[in-house]
């Protein structure tokens, strides 16, 4: 649920202006930033060198290359221009499950990872889903000053009732088309996990999952018998919790973490584990960056 606690401390963000998103391959974007792109342009980072054309900056000739050689070339260097960095928060109910909740802490990490993104002068969208809502968004922001929405917005969204991950992914593909870096914060407890990371991995984006869950899931103590109830309208389960059934529910969760990440590794997605109950500060500046995420 939305708290007036603030997503990132203070002391964070000053640590967060240190970092940058770090991605595999160069990325075409709309106007100078920070980052690398495949175009020539007038940084100080040197690239290559091309024969001189009438036209050209002279600015830009080589004269001791043209001492040596007596033909005239220009200097060219790398272009630094923006990425297009894609926020995607799972809303649905199960998110907002947990000790630390894994909603809030999809949020944590989506603000640190846009406020990061912010701070070099990139773009920055998010969407939220949620099946009984559609999909909320908000508007493109850049620079440091586009903190105070993302932050705002990431704070009010609400968690949902049913989701479809599957189904919001394939809409989001249609409209989001600007290749970049992409975060998908979900606990990814969804049929359609596969259906939803084949539509998003089908574009040209860059995506990292994180897969988050509590710690309640990852080692719940139980004892004796228990009704577990959908919070997604699912039906109802009766069990009987021992020794035995704990050891056959941390296998299949093992295998199903194995899966998704053999998943994500077999279309080039990078994939995180998240357990909430790390320190947001802790998972941001070690984890993330050990991930090769930021740097």
């Not at 495949?38 to 900056?57: I, K, N, Q």
């Not at 002279?58 to 260097?77: G, H, S, V």
């Not at 809409?171 to 998003?200: E, H, M, N, V």
């Amino acid at each position: 649920m939305p708290t007036s606690e603030p997503l990132i401390e203070s002391s964070l963000l000053k640590k967060l202006d240190r970092l940058a998103i770090l991605t595999r391959r160069a990325m075409l974007g709309d106007i100078q930033g920070e980052r690398r792109s495949p175009r020539r342009g007038s940084s100080v980072e040197f690239a290559d060198f091309r024969p001189y054309t009438v036209g050209d900056d002279i600015r830009q000739i080589d004269w001791n290359l043209y001492a040596r050689m007596e033909r005239i070339f220009l200097k060219l260097f790398v272009a630094e221009e923006e990425l297009n960095v894609h926020l995607i928060v799972d809303t649905s109910a199960s998110m907002d499950w947990g000790t630390p909740n894994k909603l809030r802490y999809a949020k944590q990490i989506a603000a640190a990872f846009g406020y990061i993104a912010l701070a070099n002068l990139d773009r920055v969208s998010v969407t939220a889903f949620a099946a009984d809502a559609g999909a909320a968004q908000m508007p493109i922001v850049r620079g440091k000053r586009g903190a105070v929405p993302l932050f705002s917005f990431l704070q009010q969204l609400p968690a949902g009732q049913g989701g479809d991950l599957a189904k919001s992914c394939h809409r989001y593909i249609q409209t989001a088309r600007t290749p970049g870096p992409l975060l998908l914060c979900s606990d990814l407890l969804d049929a359609g996990w596969k259906d939803a990371l084949s539509a998003l991995s089908s574009r040209r984006f860059e995506i990292t999952v994180m897969h988050i869950l509590a710690p309640q899931e990852l080692e719940p103590e139980l004892d004796g018998d228990f009704r577990l109830t959908d919070v997604e309208g699912g039906p109802a389960v009766e069990i009987s919790a021992d020794l035995d059934l704990l050891r056959r529910y941390r296998e299949n969760l093992a295998n199903w973490r194995a899966e998704i990440e053999s998943f994500c590794n077999g279309r080039g997605l990078n994939y995180l584990p998240v357990d909430t109950v790390v320190p947001i500060e802790e998972f941001v500046l070690g984890r993330m960056r050990r991930r090769g995420v930021l740097r």
